[in-house]
């Protein structure tokens, strides 16, 4: 059964930075990251496929935030710059496996069937 554990978060001042990663017990076919504020719905924020090498991003983090991989340790990293007190939410890391070639990830919530635990983001004005 497929795991996912996060790591990093925290609390930053606004146009400050962090860091979260996402280390999966077994091979995923995407995986990446989606956010939750209170009162607000799940929304996807950072997505990539292991085999591709295109990542999908929200338009609302276009530019301040980098997804990357580590292949071979199963890890997915997420650097958050620029950060804004609207990007203040529970980041969690999620992912799964398919059978055929998948290069580009979505953020479709249904589609993802493993769940990390969540990491808190706060930034403070």
């Known amino acids: 059964e497929l795991h996912l554990v996060e790591s990093g978060g925290g609390s930053v001042q606004a146009g400050g930075s962090a860091t979260l990663s996402c280390t999966a017990s077994?091979?995923?076919?995407?995986i990446g990251w989606f956010r939750q504020a209170p009162g607000k719905e799940r929304e996807g924020v950072a997505m990539?496929?292991?085999?591709?090498?295109?990542?999908t991003y929200a338009d609302s983090v276009k530019g301040r935030f980098t997804i990357s991989r580590d292949n071979a340790n199963n890890t997915v990293y997420l650097q958050l710059h620029s950060l804004q007190p609207d990007d203040t939410a529970m980041y969690y890391c999620?992912?799964?496996?398919?059978?055929?070639?998948?290069?580009?990830?979505?953020?479709?919530?249904?589609?993802?069937?493993?769940w990390g635990q969540g990491s808190q983001v706060t930034v403070s004005s």
């Open positions: 999620a992912g799964y496996w398919r059978f055929g070639s998948i290069t580009v990830c979505g953020f479709r919530i249904v589609d993802y069937d493993v």
């Open positions: 077994g091979p995923t076919k995407c």
């Open positions: 990539m496929a292991t085999a591709g090498d295109r990542p």
